[in-house]
């Protein structure tokens, strides 16, 4: 058996990547392979590139954040949201959100998401952990969306001490399933926040193809809509590892810097967490990225919606399309080599477009789809 | 304020820090920096970079360490140390041994370290978050080093449910004040854990520097002479980022993947975590990073041995020397830009060297040193 | 507002509990209450009252549970179950799920319980905070029980690291609504379990009632059908405060005594914890609570289930009642004094039987009803 | 091996009870046992067991605190205090500390006390527990007491974020070896946590001691000389089981009840736990045992004093003595029953009058110890 975390990965994903092994890794391969697996499957952008190289030619810099680069990135940021607001950085999004929830809330105190949410489904329990236990409440929602209403419900639902106090809605911005919440939507739920107390949270791990989708700026999704603390996705668009957390509520970063260098998340060698975020901030690298990622997804959704036997299981707003296959279609592409995430029990098909997914790519996929349908 | 943790840094040393901030670090000096203050203010060697910049060739590549470049770094780490081993990434030094502790006590388990161990004095209570309470008792023992005699005494010291049982001896190598332990001061660590039933974790963020300065085979160290757990440090020795946990004990890492991915330590991209190890360990470059530190830090000591009014407080067995400057000396130093750590209430100052300070950087900070003593 | 908890309890009992302030508790009511709002609205039964009196009687005696009484009450307690076990005393409930719970899994575990089950719904978070963030994965299941089919799904639902890893079933006997668990259906579970490498853990806070409705031997529903560790509840079958957690597979309970002192649960005066279980020890005095307790719930669906208006909403296997009321009835039966639990949006009300509750108050209720039902 | 905790209890009186457990406890002694083992040693005093029964005559109460009997207790404790302030009641001392200081507290926080402090020495890492792991930064100090000046040491020591940041003071009233923190004291103390942003706790497991001791209001050295929580012991003076969390800063309280819950602190059957308190309370017996028990120190010092070869370790200023017996006679004594903890490696013994010692056997050990050590 592996020592390595690999070996007991994602099981969905696992027989696909068989073939990757074989590959001599030193060796660039003439035809660097993208797919549709996840949008962290990709590289790092060449500007984001540039910037890590670029930050290793200074010599020895402070270490901890403690540098001009680091310095430079808080700056850019505060610029880029248009308001003053703390802002960290972390590896992960795991960390990103589980600490930013932690800042919000103690033990006995309870998070209000989605059932699909990520904090739920895909962090091991990272929030209840770095919290010290506190619990999710899950909401249903169409599109993969809170509502007003479910937060209400789950709010006013128990007021007894023998269940915990809810204190922060968390949204996901765009969400697990492609949708992107308006900024109606993202005010209406901050209304029903603020009569209730709660803190609101944004998992921007997609949060550039948010923006892209609903053309804001990024205030307008945010701080001016309520938003207390978003976790800034970086990785999945273009970094090669780092994501940011930003306190529009600077009261609420009181000593957050302690809880990060206590967590494992304070890099010492910030400079090369930190620098490569001038590479995406730079000449709207970040927002360059996500529209062509969205753009991808938009052309793989036209291409497959008119594929008989073939449909679209949720409306395509940001860079996911999902897709009901026909399971010997997917199996069928799968052996081709394809990768791309498939659920449990059904055909649907999840495939996730990045930075540097390529229109031909997208063109051959659905080409091979349309045979495959028709071939049946 | 700041909104960056830079601003909230370790004071001791930002005061000299305020130079870096003026330059534009997208200009590449002429004069890359080269200074004392830690081998984490160091770049990233060129192999590690060069790998890393590889493993950006391939496209999309599995996430989370299911990549081929994960598990070609995991098995080179397993000849490294000639054992069936289980190698884990994670991104820094205080995830690496909370984690690594976390795994071995629970939360009424205590952990034995020296009094200046990192864990204890600069980990901000990492080791004590992560296992949920777990105490450190700390003894004191000559050159940074623990002792038989004093694990056994603080074993003993308490048999009762209201203190917490001892479960784990924690060791750096190299230690903070970088002094080394040899391969028989481990085995007699050992034996004493071993009737006492102790499991031993390694501090090894400076790992290297100590295979270098011994000059025995990793393995004499480590599972040879008794270690259970090594935290395997690679910022110090030339990486961007991250250190690798390397569970001799197998039936130790039972489900330690999932206790990263919950605890925020699991990369996506994970090959770029991974991929610049093999940089470090290809044509033995750890090793030859380590023994230039290690000879650098030997010749500041020889060249400030023989200053009058110069005084080294330990004998620098690895990268670090500890040295004792006439106050005012101390502070020429910095007012020239040169940047050490000085221990507050004395003038004892730390010079680290780094896989590449430059023997003219420790010429020149020694002659300014001569010189400075010798005008009062 | 006051300062005590109870001005923030559960507000479904607040109304109806204001009268209760206004009474001169010194004095002692010519006409004790008896409601049906909980078990735990009983006072201490009259032998459990005499072993405390009696155990103030010896003088001085070691704390922290060496007492003589305390080794009489464990070994009482081996001789019931007939087989060697490990005996320790907490103060409530929720630490004794808790404490168990958290022996049984680490952080990034979870545990598999019905939707309905204590652990899920009242206990605000607590098995998450002492396991330091393990997940409850919760199942739907006719009459409040889990079903083999169910734990299946759950164990094999995901299989990556990505979610927390099951690790233990927990059954509630008898359930949150009055049903039990037959030997037959434990077994089942437990053979799923034995399978999927789960432990099996039982919250016994009624436990007594299970075994006295099922008429078994407590070991043929306990070790005997495979659990591993049960809450074995106290105060709810008369004593004033404590319950006990019995580990059947001693190897689990390994340092627990550390857990417990560490968590606030080890009770330095324990014979006054212990001596009253002697009470309920002696002569069966337990099992003949229970069975009082059992059958006045029988008694009360006997009378309500032949009223028009009235349902019964689960079939009555314990101690428990739930009856469907007309919303005007509960009411009015509120107005009147009665004290009961009502669900949220339903006209629902759960009828709780104790060791000490009368025929007479019973019959009381039940004509009440009958005539307020009439009277529509 | 005993399932009970009692089996691995402090290993220091362990040899000492072996006795105890030949009694049959259903037979009250004839001649009760008074020792000096500790305060907890002792049994429940009269008007707290009467109150006890007496609140078991009044037939079925609300739970979890929402009864007569507690809210009647909160407003006698906050009489007391002369100043509205929030209570709660808790299972023991370390429950109590340990939560009180999580709540002034966060992870990456930490907590200064005395380096005999009881939350140190004797709660098994209790407070880390509760804390998430917030770290114990113990000082020196004459008479076992904290100092302005070492705690202004200890808050300067550090200010970088990669340790933990002091946030309170925890002092013990009494102290662990029965010296009394003086009004001057405690409010000297209180300017410099003022200074420093530091919140005050108190420890006042034997608080009624020190209150008898200072002859002054409670209120004296609580709130009115800048304490902001006080742990208010019962359980040694003269309760079954049970402490009381007082909140002079009512803000600190918020939601405490949440916290007490999810740590197993509530209790069901509240009025068990709240009710023996107005015995303490009513007739000022609370103090009457305590003044009782410091005279009996007196009395015990005063003989002691006398004794040719004995001499007192600290002045006793509560309910315990610190002697140095000659070893030999320390032997002897324990060989003839008599109990009282010993400090390892030396001939330091403590003995500790509890409110129910008396005078006779105080004079029948001291008379003891005067012929064992002139007959040596």
Known sequence: MAGSPAARDHPLTRASFKQGHQRDP????????????????????????????????????????????????????????QTDCEVFFVFNGTAANSLALASLCQSYHSVICHELAHIETDECGGPEFFSGGSKLLTAKGENGKLTPDAIEELVTKRADIHYPKPKVVALTQATEIGTVYTVEEIRAIAAIAKRRHLKIHMDGARFANAVATLNVHPSEITWRAGVDVLCFGGTKNGLPVGEAVVFFDKALAADFAYRLKQAGQLASKMRFISAPWLGLLDNGVWLRNARHANAMASLMAERLAGIPGVSLLFKPESNAVFAELPAHVASALRAKGWRFYQFIGSGGCRLMCAWDTERETVERFAAEVRALCAST
């Open 26 to 81: 030193m060796t660039a391969p003439t035809d660097p392979i993208q797919h549709f697996a996840s949008d962290n499957y990709a590289g790092i952008c060449p500007e984001a590139l540039q910037a890590l190289i670029q930050a290793n030619t200074s010599g020895h810099e402070p270490a901890y954040g403690d540098d001009s680069w680091t310095a430079q990135v808080c700056d850019r940021i505060r610029d880029l949201f």
